[in-house]
């Protein structure tokens, strides 16, 4: 049990488009998760929290503008990069909290993301 | 802010020796501490986590310790395998923040045969 998918599992992009990355609890209902970004060679670094229902709370540093995050489902949420440009290029990881109060994140398959 | 230091960031060991890595953590309500493994382009692993109110945690060869009164954890590794070569994470909950996770740097194991 507590199953997450991520889809896709990598995009290449022009820069000035937006891309869409999802993030399903495939076995459970998951009332928060977290979207991470990984730099290659380096560690994973929080960008958002997504609450099921109500807006997403961002990092320090992290442009919500740019990184719109919703979370409209107890079983999706969604992170869309808007405007996509080189730099934002990288591995997008999403979490969800299990359905039992143990503390332990479940995580997607990741997302690799290349911007032209 | 709160943040999660980890040491070293890279090792390399022989097969069959021991390896261990070192996280410490600055925000002293931290109560869940999680280790991961990751592959290269693949999602990091929980291979062994520890809460505050334990000192150690062992499974078959991978142990973790926690001294909250030094705010720092760490695993230990025994009988190192060429499996067990990957990326290491340690990571620490701030507060009582509804399971955030703070990361530490990450440590490149390597086992050689």
């Known amino acids: 049990g507590a199953v997450v998918s991520q889809h896709p599992s990598w995009v290449i992009c022009k820069s000035g488009t937006s891309v869409k990355i999802e993030c399903r609890s495939l076995?459970?209902?998951?009332?928060?998760m977290f979207w991470y970004r990984q730099f290659p060679k380096q560690s994973l670094m929080l960008m958002a929290t997504s609450n099921e229902g109500s807006k997403a709370t961002y990092e320090q540093g992290v442009e919500k503008d740019k990184f719109l995050i919703n979370h409209a489902s107890l079983t999706l949420s969604t992170l869309t990069v808007t405007s996509a440009h080189p730099e934002d290029s990288s591995f997008y990881i999403c979490?969800?909290?299990?359905?039992?109060?143990?503390?332990?994140?479940?995580f997607g398959e990741g997302s690799r993301l290349t911007v032209l | 802010g709160e943040n999660v230091e980890q040491h070293p960031s890279t090792l390399s060991v022989q097969e069959g020796d021991s390896a261990v890595i070192k996280c410490t953590y600055s925000?002293?309500?931290?109560?869940?501490f999680p280790w991961y493994k990751q592959e290269l382009g693949k999602r990091p692993q929980l291979i062994i986590d520890?809460?505050?109110?334990?000192g150690e945690k062992k499974d078959q060869r991978i142990a973790v310790t926690l001294n909250k009164t030094a705010k720092h954890f760490s695993l230990h590794i025994t009988e190192t395998q060429p499996e067990d070569s990957a990326v290491y994470f340690c990571a620490a909950t701030i507060g009582n923040q509804g399971g955030k996770l703070i990361f530490g740097q990450g440590t490149e194991l390597s086992v050689k045969p």
């Open positions: 979490s969800a909290k299990g359905p039992t109060n143990t503390g332990e994140l479940f």
């Open positions: 925000d002293s309500a931290s109560n869940y």
């Open positions: 076995d459970f209902q998951a009332t928060t």
């Open positions: 520890i809460r505050s109110n334990v």
